[in-house]
């Protein structure tokens, strides 16, 4: 009898440490909705504990889900044209590490490159969440909290193919000089105070949002378009997991990452031309279950009118 307590209240103590805020453990999910694979690159901030990889490859319709450990802290993005040389050497034409290698270990993108970052348990127990274009873009990324609370717990990211639209001043063209395949930031394409927020300008009130900027604004108005474009761009979520998501507009087209053509086809599964998130989950529940919470809607949402409903 004494046995049966001991495992009861063993039972007890572990359920109730499952619903102490910090102690669960966040998931990201990754999907490839691209039409051409996808490289994601992963980096820890310093000082916290790092997830179990940096650096994987997502073919095309692959998911990936990551568990990380509380209050850790990061970036995504996504990797590519990517390749190995004849000596072993992995690189990618954006969003490259410079590691060498699939993993990154430890490297950050080169710019231009699309980023979501994240902060777990941060200020009063929330996820502080973004999609930043400050570096550039190369790849449309979509972000939604799964099972989140919180006024500001909602998706960001941007859906928009900004490769072909970019200016030619800023653009990145592939290899053979026939695709745009990254669009530079301003402060990278050229390296002035203003656009950088750096020097005389690296204050919010000194450093205003410019031309450049506007152009990734107004297509994804949910983003971090410079440095201190914080009040429209950072969100926050409690007991949330995330899927990130490539390429998520219904109507992005792409090259594949070898430069062929790739069929034009939807990235989000559709029913009756109404956008459909899959794996929602009850933002009333104190946890992910099989109930189900139902959104619809239309709005205009990073450059698009579009109509969705999520499950």
Same mark, same amino acid.
């Given at each position: 009898?004494?046995?049966?307590?001991?495992?009861?209240?063993?039972? &007890?103590?572990?359920?109730?440490?499952?619903?102490?805020?910090?102690?669960?453990?966040?998931?990201?999910?990754?999907?490839?909705?691209?039409?051409?694979? &996808?490289?994601?690159?992963?980096?820890? @901030?310093?000082?916290?504990?790092?997830?179990?990889?940096?650096?994987?490859?997502?073919?095309?319709? $692959?998911?990936?889900?990551?568990?990380?450990?509380?209050?850790?802290?990061?970036?995504?993005? #996504?990797?590519?044209?990517?390749?190995?040389?004849?000596?072993?050497?992995? +690189?990618?034409?954006?969003?490259?590490?410079?590691?060498?290698?699939? $993993?990154?270990?430890?490297?950050?993108?080169?710019?231009?490159?699309?980023?979501?970052?994240?902060?777990?348990?941060?200020?009063?127990?929330?996820?502080?969440?973004? &999609?930043?274009?400050?570096?550039?873009? =190369?790849?449309?990324?979509? &972000?939604?909290?799964? #099972?989140?609370?919180?006024? =500001?717990? *909602?998706?960001?990211?941007?859906?928009?193919?900004? @490769?072909?639209?970019?200016?030619?001043?800023?653009?990145?063209?592939?290899?053979?000089?026939?695709?745009?395949?990254?669009?530079?930031?301003?402060?990278?394409?050229?390296?002035?105070?203003?656009?950088?927020?750096?020097?005389?300008?690296? *204050?919010?009130?000194?450093?205003?949002? +410019?031309?450049?900027?506007?152009?990734?604004?107004?297509?994804?108005?949910?983003?971090?378009?410079?440095?201190?474009?914080?009040?429209? !761009?950072?969100?926050?979520?409690?007991?949330?997991?995330? *899927?990130?998501?490539?390429?998520?507009?219904? =109507?992005?087209?792409?090259?594949?990452?070898?430069?062929? @053509?790739? $069929?034009?086809?939807?990235? +989000?599964?559709?029913? =009756? +031309?109404?956008?459909?998130?899959?794996?929602?989950?009850? $933002? !009333?529940?104190?946890?992910?279950?099989?109930? *189900?919470?139902?959104?619809?809607?239309?709005?205009?949402?990073?450059?698009?009118?579009?109509?969705?409903?999520?499950?």
């Amino acid at each position: 009898m004494a046995q049966l307590t001991f495992i009861a209240s063993i039972c &007890v103590l572990i359920i109730s440490h499952s619903f102490i805020p910090g102690l669960q453990a966040t998931t990201f999910t990754i999907v490839n909705k691209c039409d051409y694979v &996808v490289w994601p690159g992963i980096l820890t @901030n310093a000082g916290v504990p790092p997830l179990p990889t940096t650096g994987f490859t997502l073919q095309r319709g $692959e998911t990936k889900t990551i568990a990380a450990p509380a209050s850790w802290g990061g970036r995504f993005w #996504g990797r590519t044209r990517c390749s190995q040389d004849s000596t072993g050497k992995f +690189s990618c034409l954006t969003g490259d590490c410079g590691s060498g290698k699939l $993993e990154c270990s430890g490297n950050t993108a080169a710019p231009p490159a699309s980023l979501a970052e994240f902060t777990l348990d941060g200020a009063g127990g929330l996820d502080f969440f973004d &999609v930043s274009l400050v570096d550039g873009y =190369n790849i449309p990324m979509l &972000v939604v909290p799964q #099972g989140g609370t919180g006024p =500001n717990c *909602t998706y960001t990211g941007c859906a928009v193919d900004l @490769n072909e639209s970019c200016p030619s001043e800023l653009k990145v063209m592939s290899t053979d000089g026939r695709d745009g395949v990254a669009c530079k930031s301003a402060c990278e394409a050229f390296g002035q105070p203003q656009y950088c927020c750096s020097g005389a300008y690296a *204050t919010p009130d000194t450093c205003k949002p +410019s031309s450049y900027s506007e152009v990734f604004k107004t297509a994804c108005p949910l983003a971090y378009s410079y440095a201190y474009d914080d009040k429209t !761009s950072t969100f926050t979520c409690a007991n949330a997991d995330y *899927t990130i998501t490539f390429c998520p507009s219904p =109507n992005t087209s792409q090259k594949s990452s070898t430069g062929q @053509n790739a $069929e034009t086809t939807p990235t +989000s599964p559709t029913i =009756n +031309s109404t956008m459909v998130y899959e794996g929602a989950f009850d $933002e !009333s529940a104190a946890s992910p279950s099989s109930c *189900t919470h139902v959104f619809a809607g239309t709005a205009m949402v990073m450059g698009f009118w579009w109509s969705w409903q999520l499950f």
